[in-house]
C-alpha cells in the first residue's frame, strides 16, 4: 500500500507541473490575439495534443509575406520535427498553436 500511495503522489506531482502558471495563461490570452492561424488542410477534429505530448510536425518558414522559403523541415531534417508541447522547447508561437491543431492539420500561422 505505500508503494501505491508514493506512485499516486508521484504521478501528482508531474501533473502539477504541467499546470501554466496564471502568468503563462496572460501570455497565452496576449498572443492569441496577435496570432492568425489559417488551416489549409481540415485535420480529423477530434484528436488534439495535449501538454507533454510528443508532436511531429513538419513546417516551412517564408518571409517576404510568403513570397520565399528559408527553411523546412522536409528539405534539412527529411523527417519531421519532433518536441514536447507546452513545455518550451520550442518558441511559444509553435506551442500555442500546435495544440489548437488537430491530427493531419495544416495550417499557415502568422
Same mark, same amino acid.
Do not use: Y
Given at each position: $500500500?505505500?508503494?501505491?500511495?508514493?506512485? $499516486?503522489?508521484?504521478?501528482?506531482?508531474?501533473?502539477?507541473?504541467l499546470?501554466?502558471?496564471?502568468?503563462? %495563461? %496572460?501570455?497565452?490570452?496576449?498572443d492569441?490575439?496577435?496570432?492568425?492561424?489559417?488551416?489549409?488542410?481540415?485535420?480529423?477534429?477530434?484528436?488534439?495534443?495535449?501538454?507533454?505530448?510528443?508532436?511531429?510536425?513538419?513546417?516551412?518558414?517564408?518571409?517576404?509575406?510568403?513570397?520565399?522559403?528559408?527553411?523546412?523541415?522536409?528539405?534539412?531534417?527529411?523527417?519531421?520535427?519532433?518536441?514536447?508541447?507546452?513545455?518550451?522547447?520550442?518558441?511559444?508561437?509553435?506551442?500555442?498553436?500546435?495544440?489548437?491543431?488537430?491530427?493531419?492539420?495544416?495550417?499557415?500561422?502568422?
Amino acid at each position: $500500500e505505500i508503494e501505491s500511495e508514493d506512485e $499516486e503522489a508521484s504521478s501528482a506531482d508531474e501533473e502539477d507541473e504541467l499546470v501554466p502558471t496564471e502568468e503563462e %495563461l %496572460l501570455e497565452l490570452k496576449r498572443d492569441e490575439e496577435n496570432m492568425v492561424m489559417v488551416t489549409k488542410f481540415p485535420g480529423n477534429d477530434v484528436d488534439f495534443p495535449k501538454v507533454g505530448d510528443i508532436v511531429r510536425c513538419h513546417f516551412q518558414i517564408f518571409i517576404n509575406d510568403g513570397k520565399d522559403m528559408i527553411e523546412t523541415s522536409r528539405k534539412k531534417h527529411h523527417r519531421a520535427f519532433e518536441f514536447v508541447i507546452g513545455t518550451g522547447q520550442v518558441i511559444p508561437g509553435w506551442d500555442r498553436a500546435v495544440i489548437q491543431m488537430s491530427v493531419q492539420q495544416r495550417c499557415m500561422c502568422t
